[in-house]
């Protein structure tokens, strides 16, 4: 079974720039996650998605981020424009169906550096 | 707001030593609890979980934790520790009250093991 693909591995930009990460969750599975997980400290939920309905997006910055899941499948998360802090891996997860104690598959996630 | 507690962000034990790393939840109702590792330049990986069935929960890869309500922990341990276990740990909780289902993470453990 595949398991959750993400892309780019790593990606470096300068702050102000524009920067999109992809995610292809395991077939079948409903929900999606994506997490930020700075250095030292542990994932931290950015936006939940079940189907191509947002369930949490509560600690999303909404003025320069932003997710979308087209067809309840693939996610796109962007960051525009990109800050210091947001020097960080962003992890994909995805898990079926989404309920209490379900499992959340984790992908490689995405190694942003902003400077 | 449910969090998590990991005491001590290092913990270097010799190769076949026990292995004890701490996880400390704060919530009047027991949330389900989550062990994740995670490896260099991979995601997470579940290792065990407890959903209030039995209060000693087997994982993978020899792990085990046991859920104490009363000191509200859910501590990992390993009876022998293997160079392959080198790793980051992270001890996640699920609210049952949080009708998202996300999971709330600690700031994780890095374990070393000595040869």
């Known amino acids: 079974e595949a398991g959750v693909a993400q892309s780019p591995r790593y990606k470096i930009i300068e702050k102000r720039q524009s920067v999109a990460f992809w995610c292809n969750p395991i077939s079948g599975h409903a929900t999606l996650y994506w997490y930020q997980q700075i250095l030292g400290q542990g994932p931290k939920l950015l936006i939940q998605?079940?189907?191509?309905?947002?369930?949490?997006d509560s600690q999303l910055p909404k003025d320069r981020f932003s997710a979308e899941r087209l067809k309840g499948v693939d996610s796109t998360l962007k960051i525009q424009p990109a800050k210091l802090e947001d020097s960080a891996v962003y992890l994909c997860?995805?898990?079926?169906?989404?309920?209490?104690?379900?499992?959340?598959?984790f992908g490689a996630g995405t190694r942003l550096s902003v400077l | 707001a449910q969090s998590v507690t990991q005491l001590g962000s290092h913990v270097s034990v010799s190769e076949g030593a026990l292995v004890l790393l701490r996880c400390n939840y704060s919530s009047s109702v027991p949330p389900y609890l989550f062990w994740y590792v995670q490896y260099p330049n991979q995601g997470l990986q579940l290792l065990l979980k407890y959903t209030s069935a039995a209060t000693l929960v087997k994982g993978i890869n020899g792990f085990e934790a046991e859920f104490k309500k009363s000191e509200t922990s859910f501590h990992l341990t390993k009876p022998s520790a293997h160079m392959s276990d080198a790793a980051e740990y992270f001890c996640a909780v699920s609210d049952q009250r949080d009708s998202s289902y996300k999971l709330i993470f600690g700031s994780g453990t890095r374990l070393l093991v000595r040869p």
């Open positions: 998605f079940q189907n191509n309905g947002v369930v949490d």
């Open positions: 997860a995805s898990s079926f169906p989404g309920t209490r104690g379900s499992i959340q598959y």
